[in-house]
């Protein structure tokens, strides 16, 4: 799934690795486990390191500390919406 972040493409993954997707995202200090206010940095990181499969913008999608150097207002908290409607709609439609 291609997203615009910036002008730029960022994919997203159209599968979520099993473990490292549970301890991520379903585990008790997973991401489904906080509201969206306890969320840090690094768990937002994290699950853009798990979700993003390329992109256009500076650095490593695959390492955490690339999620760092991004623009906050124009590129990470655009990717992070982006991110819980990938996540959103990878849980509600399982496919068998």
Do not use: C, Y
């Amino acid at each position: 799934m291609d997203i615009t972040i910036n002008g730029k493409r960022v994919t997203l993954r159209d599968k979520i690795p099993a473990k490292m997707g549970w301890n991520i995202i379903i585990a008790r200090d997973g991401i489904l486990q906080k509201s969206w206010e306890d969320l840090t940095f690094d768990d937002v990181a994290s699950l853009a390191v798990l979700a993003v499969d390329s992109w256009e913008l500076p650095g490593d999608p695959h390492e955490a500390v690339s999620f760092s150097e991004l623009d906050l207002v124009d590129e990470f908290v655009p990717l992070a919406n982006e991110l819980v409607k990938w996540l959103n709609s990878r849980l509600a439609a399982p496919k068998n």
